[in-house]
């Protein structure tokens, strides 16, 4: 599972590549995607986008052009992924939140029928 900082790099990596299967960004790209609300700096960047290589969502090759540090980053099968495993966990949340709802509904009920009988 991802935390809410790996989350947001993700979300902006897969924007970038923009469904193809690899891209070269800059840090300063990167960053300018990501929420303004949440600060990253480029060191904690390098560990997180470190952190989802080896979590086997891309592979990662640092490299330079004209003296800017620049990702070479290749999508793999959990980075395709990404936006589809997303919305999954989205719903996946929604549903336990309606089951919490028919729960409380359904004891209230019972409640009810309990108290009318006794």
């Known amino acids: 599972m991802l935390t809410r ?3 947001e790099v993700m979300s ?3 924007s970038l590549c923009d469904g193809t299967e690899g891209c070269l960004v ?3 790209d990167i960053l300018s995607v990501l929420p303004a609300k949440h600060k990253i700096d480029p060191d904690r960047l390098d560990d997180i986008l470190n ?3 080896c979590d086997g969502y891309f592979d990662l090759i ?3 052009r004209r003296g800017e540090k620049m990702y070479v980053i290749n999508l793999k099968e959990s980075g395709f992924a990404y936006k589809r495993n997303a919305k999954q966990k989205q719903r996946d949340i ?3 939140i309606f089951l ?3 729960g409380a509904f359904a004891t209230f009920i019972f409640g009810l ?3 009318a009988i006794f």
Do not use: M, R
């Open 5 to 7: 900082y790996e989350n």
């Open 12 to 14: 902006a990596v897969y």
């Open 26 to 28: 800059s840090p300063i």
């Open 51 to 53: 952190a989802l290589k």
């Open 62 to 64: 640092p490299s330079e």
């Open 94 to 96: 929604t549903y336990k």
């Open 100 to 102: 919490a709802f028919v």
């Open 113 to 115: 029928i309990l108290k």
